[in-house]
């Protein structure tokens, strides 16, 4: 048996510190655009610099990430984040808090299982929902025989 602990700071299926994740999310949220958040978020002089078409890439699996958990907790927890918008500014003032990511943590404990990534423990292959079982069609008949 494996069992693994993850400290309430860190992401869960996502490299890094879930403040890390939220700033980036609320870096865009306040940005004119995703590409000058991008720019200001993974800055192209830095000595590990990645392309702007690739940092876009990045923040937008994390807005995408973080503003689909958001919105879950308000489902889950309608009488405290009633009125409240699936976005990481709108958690903070209700909050009153900059940490929100690690403060869900804590208030969502006993549905950590059932929450996605980067705040909860559900996996890529539960996340999925099968349709339909994929059975491999028969051949059917064989050809008919030649006459020669």
């Given at each position: 048996m494996t069992i693994a602990l993850l400290p309430d700071?860190?992401?869960?299926?996502?490299?890094?510190?879930?403040?890390?994740?939220?700033?980036?999310?609320?870096?865009?949220?306040?940005?004119?655009?995703?590409?000058?958040?991008?720019?200001?978020?993974?800055?192209?002089?830095?000595?590990?610099?990645?392309?702007?078409?690739?940092?876009?890439?990045?923040?937008?699996?994390?807005?995408?990430?973080?503003?689909?958990?958001?919105?879950?907790?308000?489902?889950?927890?309608p009488e405290r984040f009633e009125g409240c918008a699936p976005r990481v500014t709108s958690f903070r003032a209700r909050l009153g808090i900059t940490n929100v990511l690690v403060a869900l943590r804590e208030i969502c404990a006993a549905s950590l299982h059932v929450l996605a990534p980067p705040l909860g423990l559900l996996g890529p292959a539960a996340a999925r929902i099968p349709t339909f079982r994929r059975h491999q069609q028969s051949s059917g008949p064989g050809p008919p025989p030649t006459t020669s």
């Open positions: 700071f860190y992401a869960s299926r996502l490299p890094g510190l879930l403040t890390e994740i939220e700033d980036a999310v609320a870096l865009v949220e306040s940005a004119e655009s995703v590409e000058a958040a991008a720019e200001q978020a993974r800055p192209a002089d830095e000595p590990q610099a990645i392309t702007l078409t690739s940092a876009i890439r990045w923040v937008r699996r994390r807005v995408r990430a973080v503003h689909r958990l958001l919105a879950t907790v308000i489902g889950l927890l």
